[in-house]
């Protein structure tokens, strides 16, 4: 049984992992064996703040140990779950268990730089452990099915949308750094790594970003601010082109499968060296939202 601990109580899915890794809470087909959270750290917030509280209460209905300092859980865990909403302060907040040899789990986003995430990747693999990072969306079923379906051949593009509210403060989590990384992270669950360059369209109510990637072929990803924002994609492969709506029902459980799988291993779930670069796309996405479409190159 891998025992983990839990920093940062500004989001919900302190609260959700803790209900499936515990088995309460939720139903029997939502529970995850293999770990559970053996001392969690409430923490502190510059984004949420005010959330910090009312899921420090769920924490300790379900029992679970809360110490003041995030530096008390050392000793304590196998491995660390770092969860705070705000992608700027990651790298703080993980390095006390990187430098320890802990490995960690950081929630989305991974950070909010390319260079964040590049120092991230560096302190683990220094302190000879690990990090990394997802999305729960890059595990639900229909992206999970579509990706393995070898019917369809290869995929030559996509068009990926998904929900992308910014963030109340523009410093922390800026543009698709905030919630528009799980659409993000679906699109390069089904390309894969190489864009070299993006052109952003950015305006009130959405970003449309176009990515080029090193073998010709193109992708789009469209973040919702306005309407009906949902999670799906159209992909166009070499003998189908599919419409995908993409749902949330399993998605807490299967990012915690692959979560405890890769503590197990000892082997992160995702190479580093994507998230790196989706950090590096979003990166470039906003600067060329932020100048009227200017293409900007993906620079990892």
């Excluded at 910090?52 to 140990?65: L, S």
Aim: glycine share 10%; with cysteine.
């Amino acid at each position: 049984m891998i025992r983990l601990g839990i920093l940062d109580f500004d989001t919900s899915h302190c609260t959700a992992f803790t209900q499936r890794l515990h088995h309460v809470g939720v139903d029997r087909e939502q529970f995850v064996e293999g770990a559970r959270i053996v001392v969690g750290c409430p923490g502190e917030s510059v984004l949420s703040p005010e959330r910090i509280a009312g899921f420090t209460a769920e924490m300790r209905k379900y029992e679970v140990p809360l110490v003041e300092r995030p530096t008390d859980m050392i000793g304590r865990v196998d491995a660390m779950l770092i969860e705070s909403v705000d992608g700027t302060v990651h790298l703080a907040r993980a390095r006390p268990f990187l430098e320890r040899g802990i490995p960690c789990f950081v929630d989305k986003p991974f950070a909010c730089s390319a260079a964040d995430a590049r120092a991230l990747i560096d302190l683990a693999a220094r302190h000879k452990t690990f990090v990394f990072s997802s999305s729960s969306l890059r595990y639900a079923p229909e992206v999970v099915e579509y990706v393995g379906n070898a019917a369809k051949g290869r995929l030559l593009g996509c068009d990926v949308y998904c929900p992308a509210p910014l963030s109340p403060i523009p410093a922390r989590n800026a543009g698709l750094y905030h919630y528009g990384i799980h659409g993000a992270e679906i699109l390069y669950t089904l390309m894969g790594p190489g864009c070299r360059r993006v052109t952003c369209t950015s305006d009130a109510g959405v970003d449309v970003v176009t990515g080029h990637w090193g073998d010709g072929r193109v992708a789009t990803l469209r973040g919702i601010r306005t309407g009906k924002a949902d999670y799906g994609f159209v992909g166009f492969a070499e003998k189908t082109v599919q419409s995908v709506t993409v749902g949330t029902r399993f998605i807490y459980r299967e990012l915690l499968k692959k979560i405890v799988e890769a503590f197990e291993k000892k082997t992160p779930a995702v190479d580093p060296a994507v998230t790196l670069e989706i950090m590096a796309f979003i990166e470039a996405a906003n600067k060329s939202g932020a100048n009227h479409g200017a293409a900007e190159a993906v620079r990892t």
